[in-house]
């Protein structure tokens, strides 16, 4: 497998940037939640057995399992029930912002990174499409789930041999911008 990564200037209608916007903030909130899930979880499993705190004590039944990725992607289809904003994202973008929170972390047992953050107004800035289906760009375009065809400014071409595995799409000062993932099936000596 060889993959190469294409970026793009995204030309959004003020209707698509609306609903990037509006992804960027559903995302933050689920991952502010699934952090504050976590770490009250932890709490509750760090308090000393022979004192009890003064201030506040995190009550959680002794046989709840850690929140992990997998256990917070199952919950998701639920709270979508209890909070309808939460349909309008695609699924699988909510699935790669957990798993953005379970690679943070990963980071802070293994590489000795620091505990993860909440994410404050403005500060999330990209969410993932990890699956795009076939004939996804087509002249200067590309379809998004639940989205539909964005234009984008393509400064190159994009090889017809390649896959395009995935989409992420990234706020920055200049602008929206996408990132393409092709994939070839070639093996590299």
Request: aromatic letters at 12%; proline letters at 5%; charged letters at 25%.
């Amino acid at each position: 497998m060889f993959h190469l990564t294409y970026e793009f200037k995204l030309k959004p209608t003020r209707a698509q940037i609306g609903i990037f916007e509006d992804w960027l903030e559903q995302c933050r909130r689920v991952y502010n939640y699934a952090l504050c899930e976590r770490k009250d979880w932890i709490k509750s499993r760090s308090c000393r057995i022979n004192a009890c705190s003064l201030h506040s004590e995190y009550i959680i039944p002794a046989d709840t399992p850690r929140p992990t990725y997998f256990n917070q992607s199952e919950r998701l289809t639920q709270v979508k029930k209890k909070y309808p904003e939460l349909s309008t994202v695609a699924a699988q973008v909510l699935q790669q912002t957990l798993k953005r929170l379970e690679k943070a972390f990963v980071a802070m047992w293994e590489l000795k990174h620091g505990f993860p953050r909440f994410k404050k107004l403005g500060k999330m800035r990209s969410f993932v499409f990890p699956l795009l289906k076939g004939n996804s760009i087509q002249k200067r375009r590309i379809k998004l789930p639940k989205i539909g065809w964005v234009k984008f400014h393509q400064s190159r071409e994009i090889p017809d041999s390649g896959v395009v595995k995935q989409a992420h799409i990234i706020k920055r000062a200049s602008g929206w911008y996408v990132l393409l993932i092709v994939q070839w099936n070639v093996d590299v000596p």
